[in-house]
T-cell receptor, first 116, second 110 residues
Framework: GAGVSQSPSNKVTEKGKDVELRCDPI?????LYWYRQSLGQGLEFLIY????????KSGLPSDRFSAERTGGSVSTLTIQRTQQEDSAVYLC??????????????FGEGSRLTVL | RKEVEQDPGPFNVPEGATVAFNCTYS??????FFWYRQDCRKEPKLLMS???SGNEDGRFTAQLNRASQYISLLIRDSKLSDSATYLC???????????FGQGTTLQVKP
């Protein structure tokens, strides 16, 4: 499809396991964001990529969280040694935008992570 | 202080009412502004950009007040389908990153 694609859509894991969440942005989009959202809460910024580089990693909650983006396209968010408080919907979004550009972010449907 | 701050609400209004939301921003999130809408259990989608001169799109009007560092969204003649969370967004002047507020929840009742 033409939109932002995220996988898996749902993931249930046991505490202490590692998980990988994948995001396929819209082709040609240079900016890519990861957010997480707990039930009834706002969007929590995690990390922002421009191309393959991450000018802002300030939102990653701990060193258990890491993300990479290769080829200016697909991004993977990895959570090591998952904890119950990591349970949330992880949203990826992409945009053509660079500083000063249009503000439309296109979001994927999210990956719902449940840590038991 | 948060870079982009909103009253979470909820705002409960009857159909046909006019409702306004404000959002304040800090200097670091002041390059440009947007309103997004998020329906329950759905992803956010762009509602409208906010221009310095103010702009209108049908029943929706967005305004920017740089002196007081706030933006507003006015919804006229509210419909049941307007029920959603409205997210205020500012762009960082340093990195270009889009910064989301916590959202304001609107419930329009019959």
């Amino acid at each position: 499809g033409a939109g932002v694609s995220q996988s898996p859509s749902n993931k249930v894991t046991e505490k202490g396991k590692d998980v990988e969440l994948r995001c396929d942005p819209i082709s040609g989009h240079t900016a890519l964001y990861w957010y997480r959202q707990s039930l009834g809460q706002g969007l929590e910024f995690l990390i922002y990529f421009q191309g393959n580089s991450a000018p802002d990693k300030s939102g990653l909650p701990s060193d258990r969280f890491s993300a990479e983006r290769t080829g200016g396209s697909v991004s993977t968010l990895t959570i090591q040694r998952t904890q119950q408080e990591d349970s949330a919907v992880y949203l990826c979004a992409s945009s053509f935008a660079v500083a000063g550009g249009p503000g439309e972010l296109f979001f994927g449907e999210g990956s719902r992570l449940t840590v038991l | 202080r948060k870079e982009v701050e909103q009253d979470p609400g909820p705002f409960n209004v009857p159909e046909g009412a006019t409702v306004a939301f404000n959002c304040t921003y800090s200097n670091s999130a002041s390059q440009s502004f947007f309103w997004y809408r998020q329906d329950c259990r759905k992803e956010p989608k762009l509602l409208m950009s906010v221009y310095s001169s103010g702009n209108e799109d049908g029943r929706f009007t967005a305004q920017l007040n740089r002196a007081s560092q706030y933006i507003s969204l006015l919804i006229r003649d509210s419909k049941l389908s307007d029920s959603a969370t409205y997210l205020c967004v500012g762009r960082s002047s340093n990195t270009g990153k889009l910064i989301f507020g916590q959202g304001t929840t609107l419930q329009v009742k019959p």
